[in-house]
């Protein structure tokens, strides 16, 4: 755990121990040591928060021209990103797409043998599992394992430690990807097939000008390191070579949280006497969302089509927009216009939404989802 953990027992959150040319900042050590230091962990930060669903208007549009760059709201007055925050499932790495397809069944069977489960459906017990898995989703994955503990209580079963569950269902994934990541390893998969698109592009360009990156996912660390590592995208986000560093879920969820690497984020750059409208964050699911604009950052929801590896995600993107995104894309295959946008260079008349004929259909959340 210790390494894991990396910055000794006080720095949980630093992915890895401090160079000297690159101290861990006082913020990383407070954040989760709940001392009083600057950037402490508090209750808010510590904790993911739910998804606080606004009533907007989800009418497509305005676009970049020429563009698939939707901008939600009115950026006139933003500056060049100082700081760059990103998820990573969905947003970066599509090497865990289609988890859903583990984590469901694996619930189903759980609920179905406890005493009241095993006289209901299945397909109801699917539909409810389906239900709470989408609304955490975006969440780290202990919160899925710890409602899964509570419905199986509630059906009279003794269930597990989430912990538990947790183990079991990476097990079962790593089953599913495991093929990935080796194809990866003895290169008979390229890296770009295996992440969101332009990914590595618009990381290079984002570095090329400046802008510190990191990395923060729900998943656990070690997996992130690794699966970064094997995508190559890790090197971007290295503290050694001038990255923000890479974090990851913890097996305590209470020592890890986005918003506490946000909050060290803030302390960094406030430095640069500039805030939150330095910092840019990037993701698939409404929490990074929510905590970069908790800080006045820019907030792009990435509604990555996983499977097809192109299009917009309805869903993600609906999800994205309600939890207050500012621009929605569907991957990073136009990242030159993207950065050019981002550093204030594009400011060319906005498209109106293309008619809806063109629009591709949303496509059912579960439609492929067997059980
Ligand atoms: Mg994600």
């Known amino acids: 755990m210790g390494q894991e953990a990396g910055y000794g027992m006080r720095g949980a959150i630093y992915h890895t121990a401090p160079s000297p040319s690159h101290p861990a900042p006082a913020a990383a050590r407070g954040a989760v040591s709940g001392d009083g230091a600057p950037g402490a962990a508090s209750a808010e930060t510590a904790h993911e928060p739910d998804l606080v669903v606004a009533d907007v208007d989800l009418a497509p549009g305005p676009f970049l021209p020429g563009t698939s760059i939707e901008l939600r709201s009115d950026h006139a007055r933003r ?124 990381l290079t360009a984002l570095r090329r000008r400046g802008t510190t990156l990191y990395l923060a996912s729900g998943t656990d660390l070690q997996y992130v390191r ?76 990435v509604a990555s089509d996983e499977a097809r590896r192109e299009g917009v995600d309805e869903w993600k993107r609906r999800r994205l927009i309600r939890a207050g995104a500012d621009v929605i894309v569907p991957d990073f295959r136009e990242h030159a216009r993207l950065v050019a946008w981002l550093f204030g260079e594009d400011q060319g008349r906005l498209a109106p939404a293309p008619a809806e004929s063109n629009r591709p259909a949303a496509r059912a959340r579960w439609e492929d989802h067997a059980v």
């Open 79 to 202: 500056i060049a990103p100082r700081a760059a925050l990103f998820d990573f499932d969905g947003t970066l790495s599509l090497i865990r797409e289609g988890w859903q397809d583990v984590m469901v069944p694996m619930m189903v069977d759980a609920l179905a043998s406890t005493p009241v489960g095993r006289d209901e459906d299945r397909v109801a017990l699917a539909t409810r599992v389906r239900e709470f898995v989408d609304r955490l989703t975006g969440k780290q994955t202990i919160y899925q394992m710890i409602q899964l503990a509570e419905e199986v209580r509630a059906r009279g079963g003794a269930p597990l430690p989430p912990l538990e569950y947790k183990r079991r269902y990476h097990d079962l994934l790593w089953r599913r990807i495991q093929g990935r990541v080796e194809a990866l390893r003895t290169h008979s998969a390229s890296r770009e097939a295996l992440c969101v698109p332009g990914a590595h592009a618009f």
């Open 226 to 301: 690794d699966e970064a590592a094997a995508l190559g995208l890790a090197e971007f986000f290295a503290v050694e070579g001038g990255g923000g560093g890479i974090y990851g879920a913890l097996d305590e969820p209470e020592r890890f949280s986005k918003a506490m690497v946000i909050d060290q984020i803030m302390n960094e750059i406030r430095r640069h006497g500039v805030g939150g409208e330095a910092l840019v964050g990037f993701g698939d699911g409404y929490v990074e969302i929510q905590n970069c604009k908790d800080v006045g950052g820019l907030a792009v929801g």
